[in-house]
């Protein structure tokens, strides 16, 4: 089981260097790639897309953009969700979610959205849901999610009652989406977990996902994470279906492994029927890795 300061061999591959001379980057670039594609030999077929993920030559010691990930902390609700990042980050997918040339392509095309609660107690977030979901970008490459990440605020630092949301293109983050309806979510109850625990479980879940890790990865379909008070703060991983018991033990074990997570750290699965049904107080996960 990983410890808070480690990382599996895929995570490594896909975070970024630390600005470094251009040669030293270059060399530390083709270390990590070749490190990741012999610790990923038994999945071949991803290794080649997660070495992409590391910065390309022509990257090597740029320094970092203003707003680096987690400098915008003091950010209000409405300055996240009215952020224009497409300004920031430029050249979103076409239509059929290609990535713009000239980029290094992801898989598939992803959505990242923003949403809050209403802060001022008058109203319920089931009340205004449709209202405060802000769709904060559609990127498909590897270049425009360092971008986006570079610019927004890291979840520890979100306001209360207020979300992010990972989700395949095409897919809303809601009950609703006829991809999702008949799915449920894996649910890691963060608790009293620090800042920077909280902030790696969300990069390692957001490199899995883009990174397509997971084995089933056509069963995953996004992820989000949630900062509440009284220690209700909480981290999901979707999935399409909520019935499938093998498949979904496998997402949940993969999920588990990434996630900075002790031994005695219980993870959940839940459906959205149940979910929709039952209250937080009486829900019992349907099984638990």
Not at 141 to 150: H, K, R, T
Not at 176 to 184: H, K, L, S, T, V
Not at 249 to 271: C, D, Q, T
Request: aromatic share 8%; net charge neutral; hydrophobic share 35%.
């Amino acid at each position: 089981m990983l410890g808070h300061g480690q990382r599996s061999p895929a995570i490594k591959a896909l975070a970024p260097l630390p600005p470094q001379p251009p040669a030293a980057a270059a060399t530390a670039a083709t270390s990590s790639a070749s490190s990741a594609a012999a610790a990923n030999a038994s999945t071949a077929s991803q290794s080649s897309s997660i070495n992409t993920l590391l910065p390309s030559d022509s990257d090597a010691g740029r320094a970092p953009p203003d707003l680096s990930l987690g400098d915008a902390g003091t950010d209000s609700s409405s300055s996240i969700g009215e952020r224009d990042l497409s300004s920031l980050v430029p050249g979103a997918p076409d239509d059929e979610g290609h990535a713009p040339k000239g980029e290094h392509a992801l898989h598939q095309p992803w959505t990242f959205w923003y949403d809050v609660a209403d802060q001022s107690g008058g109203g319920g977030k089931k009340a205004d849901w449709g209202a405060s979901l802000k769709k904060l970008l559609e990127f498909n490459s590897v270049e425009q999610f360092w971008g986006m990440l570079n610019n927004i605020t890291r979840p520890s630092n979100l306001p209360m009652k207020s979300d992010y949301h990972l989700f395949r293109f095409g897919i809303k983050p809601e009950w609703e989406d006829p991809q999702n309806r008949a799915g449920g979510k894996w649910l890691w109850e963060m608790k009293s977990a620090p800042a920077d625990v909280i902030d790696q479980g969300w990069l390692h879940t957001l490199l899995f996902l883009i990174g397509e890790q997971f084995s089933d990865e056509g069963e995953v379909l996004g992820a989000v994470v949630s900062l509440r008070k009284g220690n209700r703060s909480r981290m999901a991983l979707w999935t399409r279906s909520s019935s499938q018991r093998d498949v979904l033990m496998r997402v949940g074990s993969e999920w588990r492994k990434a996630l900075p997570v002790s031994n005695a750290v219980k993870i959940g699965f839940y459906s959205h029927a149940q979910t929709m049904k039952s209250s937080a107080r009486e829900l019992q996960p349907l099984f638990t890795v």
